[in-house]
């Protein structure tokens, strides 16, 4: 938006509301703080060992820097409580995943659309699947309370079905209407796309029945009844501009990319074997982690993906034990038994940390991170090569996301002939990288006592025998 634009936007919204009201943007800046409110969810906002995280968080903290002020969460527990903070003016903004309604917008002003998603109905693998709005009258549907997925099935049942029937559920996260799922006490969930991404590997046995509507925006609400006009300016040039300059892009990844290219039967085995096998391995895997100052769900992650924590773990290419190393970087890494648990987690420990300290001091974590993994895989020389490529496509060598998207480059000649150090399976290295990160997030999440509302699956209490026969094919 130029600036004339922008002052006849003021002038016509002062003539509407009368300038006279409470300037929020001069509250906010007189308070020295802004205050969000927010739903407590692994999509928008939770505390991991280091503090406050989640997609809401990153965009508001950004925010609150960028205006100059601190930053203050509230979070609702329910939809309800969300809008009645915002009503009650004891918050800014809301930003919770919330989409952008026709009711809502008639309530309170919003900034532009910052993401787009899709509502999702979820059944559960092995029962009915509703292929079409008319299959759901005869099912019983969970919605988070006040949500938009009601309003949306309000209308449906209006204008095209109105034998539709559904329970309200009066929580903030999406993870209640899963668990309602799980207990046989609900057929269908109505769910945000990231939401259910996210949350799934918790849910192996649930998947997508169909999309309940195309896409939608996701806004932030701001407080009625008071003067935005500065603020709605503000926050729209800056969302504008974290769009045009990849840091939404960026940030996305960050907290949604994870979930990426993992299947439903892989999350599965992995729930499956983090209640089993990981218990015999975590004391053992944290001492490790602690000794070579890693976190220790990383370290976790890593032994899964390489061995799915079996200490005998042994490939056909001669790769051993728990973190699979090969004989020359054993024999580097001074250890002696690869098949020796605590000798085979230190091995690669100290391998991953030393790929992190040979990359150039410029990569930042999290980035850091993956493409050392990426190296751990293919080595260094080979990342070097992506990342080479990354830069000549126009991409941002020291972002994972960008480096992520040409690694498959090297297996194919028009690439490969002109790199330095020729022909790596890219393709395998990302799926490594991102399978790795997907199970940290988990482990992460489950290891954190306030994120963990439901007790944890007896995945034996539920596995259909088709399931089972499933991953006895794929691993
Ligand atoms: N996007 C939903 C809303 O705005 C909340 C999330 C959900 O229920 O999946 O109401």
Same mark, same amino acid.
């Given at each position: 938006m130029n600036l004339y634009v922008k002052i006849v936007t003021l002038v016509l919204l002062c003539t509407v509301i009368g300038c006279d009201a409470q300037d929020s943007w001069e509250k906010i800046q007189s308070d020295g703080e802004l205050v969000v409110v927010t739903r407590n969810s692994p999509t928008t906002y939770y505390l991991d060992k280091n503090g406050p995280t989640g997609f809401e968080y990153a965009l508001t903290r950004l925010l609150a820097e960028e205006m100059g002020v601190a930053l203050k969460i509230e979070t609702a527990s329910n939809l309800n409580d969300l809008f009645a903070q915002l009503k009650d003016q004891k918050a800014d903004i809301a930003a919770a995943g919330l989409t952008l309604t026709e009711g809502r917008a008639a309530r309170y002003p919003h900034t532009i659309a910052y993401n787009q998603l899709t509502p999702q109905v979820i059944y559960v693998a092995g029962t009915f699947r509703p292929r079409s709005v008319s299959d759901l009258t005869t099912m019983n549907i969970a919605v988070v309370a006040k949500s938009s997925h009601a309003d949306t099935l309000y209308t449906l049942q209006q204008?095209?079905?109105?034998?539709l029937r559904w329970q309200e559920i =009066?929580?903030?996260?999406t993870m209640h209407l899963l668990e309602l799922l799980k207990l046989g006490q609900a057929d269908i969930a109505i769910v945000d796309s990231n939401e259910f991404a996210v949350q799934q590997s918790l849910y192996p046995r649930q998947k997508v029945?169909?999309?309940?509507?195309e896409e939608q925006d996701m806004v932030w609400y701001l407080a009625p009844e008071i003067d935005n006009t500065r603020l709605t300016i503000f926050i729209n040039a800056y969302l504008e501009r974290l769009k045009n300059n990849g840091t939404m892009a960026r940030l996305r990844e960050q907290h949604?990319?994870?979930?990426?290219?993992?299947s439903r039967i892989s999350a599965h085995v992995f729930t499956q074997n983090m209640r089993q096998t990981l218990p015999l391995y975590r004391r053992l895997i944290r001492q490790v982690a602690k000794e070579y100052q890693m976190d220790w769900h990383l370290l976790a992650a890593i032994a899964y993906q390489e061995s799915?924590? =079996?200490?005998n773990a042994t490939s056909p290419t001669g790769v051993r034990g728990m973190m699979m190393l090969t004989k020359p970087t054993a024999r580097e890494l001074g250890v002696?038994?690869?098949?020796d648990v605590t000798q085979s987690l230190r091995g690669g420990a100290r391998y991953l940390k030393d790929l992190k300290r040979r990359l150039p001091k410029r990569l930042q974590e999290p980035d850091r991170t993956w493409m050392a993994l990426a190296a751990y895989n293919i080595g260094l020389g080979h990342l070097e090569d992506a990342r080479v490529i990354t830069q000549r496509q126009g991409?941002?060598?020291?972002?994972w996301q960008d480096v992520m998207q040409r690694?498959?480059?090297?297996?194919?000649s028009k690439y490969y002939e002109k790199t330095r150090y020729g022909y790596a399976r890219g393709k395998e290295a990302v799926t490594l990288v991102q399978n790795i990160r997907h199970y940290y997030n988990i482990l992460a999440w489950q290891d954190i006592p306030d994120n963990q509302p439901i007790p944890p699956l007896r995945s034996e209490d539920y596995i259909p025998n088709e399931i089972d026969n499933l991953q006895l094919q794929t691993f």
């Open positions: 204008n095209q079905a109105p034998e =009066d929580e903030a996260d029945a169909f999309d309940l509507h949604f990319g994870h979930t990426d290219g993992v799915r924590w =079996d200490p002696e038994n690869r098949l991409g941002n060598p020291d972002l690694l498959p480059l090297l297996q194919d």
